[in-house]
């Protein structure tokens, strides 16, 4: 189990290991959010009745905004190259959101400007009302301009916080159908899924919408990609037989099976055109889509590579991982009989925990450092939770996570 130290042990000892391994890693801001209104994944958690139910679902319970949240954390990064961090923050202000005077009242999306280079002081915040905290959506475009999407609107939004172009994004989804917003390795195209049946590809300059893909099958238009290809691992054989192929795809077009790389057990993150990341739990390799290996980097000693979320710098230079490790995880007891006759009333289990966050050089698949995160917490259970984000150039680390907003310089 981790030791119980305090935060600032902990970093500090971190900045040490990294000089002492050759790595140059050094904490340049720190900014708590909760005046800002951040919420808490402890206040996410708490079972309230559901508003308006259904017939069937009359005395039925749930937890957070109706149609939840956009993440599983409770925030999201962009980081701009000259040092500006954009935080996205769900504020649910209305029903049974527990009362904070720094929300206000209204669901709204709340953008936050902060200049890490004068130690996290924040220049302005935005508030979008939205009626969905479930579509939300904070990225930055290729040429650095903030993307805004709150209210089924996609927005350019200035450095005055004025938008200066939108496009409407229609609500086409239904209840546990897929919906996200994501941007291409470089920045000039978006890719927002509406459903499962109906995905757009924005250019993010213009905003115009360059391709509308539609299908039956539901599982088009999925994995990384660069503004011409998508790279996903796919299923291979029926269920459930779990065997998966690596497929490439261009935007709304029939997926091609890259038969060189057979059964694949790694989980692909594209790089470009013709080279992409490989994870695995216990290490990632750099490949080329002809089939040849060009390095493989070893997770480090005693902890396990995320396979699930991968952040790419957009020159394309470097990469961040959350690292976990293995923790003992003792359930409660429990008096419930079927426990207790199967002898699963005292239990315990392996969890994967959060334990850091890697950073390599892409073109080496060397390690530039590592940065300690708080790992379990009360009311946060072990799943990933923190969020990261690099600068363009892979230089500025951006980690948020319990409301905490942290800025490092990886040189």
Not at 218 to 237: K, M, P, R
Request: with cysteine; proline share 5%.
């Amino acid at each position: 189990m981790r030791k119980c130290w305090s935060r600032q042990i902990v970093l500090s000892a971190a900045v040490g290991l990294g000089l002492s391994c050759g790595w140059a890693q050094t904490r340049i801001a720190t900014l708590d959010l909760k005046p800002y209104g951040v919420m808490t994944q402890a206040e996410l958690n708490v079972q309230h009745p559901i508003p308006d139910p259904p017939p069937e679902r009359k005395g039925y319970t749930t937890s957070g905004p109706p149609g939840g949240i956009a993440w599983s954390g409770v925030g999201t990064l962009a980081v701009e190259r000259a040092g500006k961090i954009y935080i996205g923050l769900p504020i649910w202000a209305s029903g049974y959101a527990p009362k904070n005077a720094a929300r206000g009242t209204g669901d709204k999306f709340r953008v936050l400007v902060v200049n890490a280079t004068s130690g996290g002081k924040v220049e302005y915040t935005m508030d979008f009302p939205t009626k969905s905290l479930g579509r939300i959506a904070l990225q930055l475009a290729a040429d650095g301009t903030m993307l805004v999407l709150a209210d089924d609107k996609l927005m350019r939004v200035g450095t005055d916080g004025i938008p200066t172009s939108q496009l409407n994004v229609p609500n086409e989804q239904k209840e546990f159908e897929l919906w996200g917003v994501e941007t291409s390795t470089t920045g000039h195209t978006l890719r927002v899924w509406l459903n499962d049946k109906h995905t757009m590809v924005v250019n993010t300059k213009t905003l115009a919408v360059v391709k509308e893909c539609r299908t039956v099958s539901g599982d088009n238009d999925t994995g990384t990609f660069t503004d011409s290809i998508e790279l996903s691992s796919q299923s291979v054989a029926k269920f459930p037989d779990p065997a998966k192929g690596l497929e490439r795809q261009a935007f709304c077009e029939k997926r091609e099976r890259l038969q060189q790389f057979g059964q694949i057990d790694f989980c692909p993150a594209v790089v470009n055109d013709e080279q992409f990341l490989a994870i695995e739990e216990g290490a990632m390799t750099l490949r080329r889509l002809s089939g040849e290996t060009v390095w493989t980097s070893k997770a480090p000693e005693g902890l396990i590579l995320d396979t699930y979320d991968d952040e790419l710098s957009r020159d394309g230079s470097r990469v961040a991982l959350r690292l976990m490790r293995k923790a003992q995880y003792h359930h409660p007891d429990t008096m419930n009989p079927d426990d207790i006759r199967n002898g699963t009333w005292n239990r315990t289990t392996t969890e994967k925990v959060e334990d850091s966050v890697g950073v390599w050089n892409v073109a080496s698949g060397k390690l530039a450092g590592v940065i300690p995160l708080l790992g379990h917490t009360e009311g946060r259970f072990f799943e990933p939770n923190a969020q990261i984000a690099l600068s363009p150039d892979g230089k500025l680390l951006a980690v948020l996570e319990d409301g905490m907003l942290t800025v490092w310089r990886m040189d």
